[in-house]
């Protein structure tokens, strides 16, 4: 069984710039969910997709955009780049709908730095 | 409003018994999750409760009062890899997961 995988690890970007990260969620998952996790602070929920479409977004503008393609891997699309905008980015992957118990798991994380 | 709270650092000794709290107020629950995070890691999954009472897994107990928002995380026989933040999350409908700051335990030798 294969984990959830993230791509690149590490990123650099200027301000204003546009940036994609991508996920590949656990074998047998349909559900994408990305967080942003500050230094310190707990992870943010950004958005979800399930059977590529988005099911649930957080408190982040229209410049955070995602995909969900048929194989279930995702991509998070950042616009406009902000110095705010550096964090780790994370992917979660889960099964929907098949008991209370399924939980998310998470793949390694993106680490943004903008410049 | 969503809001999950926690307290910021802890601190034991190996070997001792630490308790993690964790107070929510989220507009539903379907659930409530522990995970353990290292630093410059993910995540990792350590427990899950969604009706009242305690669930135990080796070293490590979750406790959930659904009626009083509030959730514990009991750590025994604590090692030193036990240093970690411990995130506290609750699903509040569906699949969207609500995290709290997490608790940065340091465990001393």
């Known amino acids: 069984e294969t984990g959830v995988t993230q791509s690149p690890t590490h990123l650099i970007k200027t301000r204003g710039q546009q940036v994609t990260l991508r996920c590949s969620s656990q074998?047998?998952?349909?559900?994408v969910s990305w967080y942003q996790q500050a230094l310190g602070q707990g992870p943010q929920f950004i958005f979800q997709?399930?059977?590529?479409?988005?099911?649930g977004r957080g408190n982040f503008p229209p410049r955070f955009s995602g995909l969900q393609f048929p194989n279930y891997s995702s991509e998070l699309n950042v616009n406009a780049l902000e110095l705010d905008d550096s964090a780790l980015y994370l992917c979660?992957?889960?099964?929907?709908?098949?008991?209370?118990?399924?939980?998310?798991?998470f793949g390694p994380g993106t680490r943004l730095t903008v410049l | 409003g969503q809001n999950i709270d926690q307290p910021t650092e802890m601190t034991a000794t190996e070997g001792a018994i630490v308790q993690i709290n964790c107070t929510y107020q989220?507009?539903?629950?379907?659930?409530l999750f522990w995970y353990q995070q290292h630093a410059g890691e993910a995540p990792t999954f350590l427990s899950y409760?969604?009706?009242?009472g305690l669930e135990e897994k080796g070293r490590f107990s979750s406790f959930l009062s659904r009626s009083k928002g509030y959730s514990y995380l009991l750590l025994k026989e604590l090692q030193m890899k036990d240093s970690a933040s411990y995130l506290c999350?609750?699903?509040?409908?569906?699949?969207?997961?609500?995290f709290g700051p997490g608790t940065r335990l340091s465990v001393l030798p």
């Open positions: 979660a992957s889960s099964q929907d709908g098949q008991g209370q118990q399924d939980t998310q798991y």
């Open positions: 074998s047998g998952h349909n559900t």
């Open positions: 997709y399930y059977r590529e479409e988005e099911n």
């Open positions: 989220t507009s539903g629950f379907n659930g």
């Open positions: 409760n969604v009706l009242d």
């Open positions: 999350a609750v699903r509040d409908y569906g699949q969207n997961f609500v």
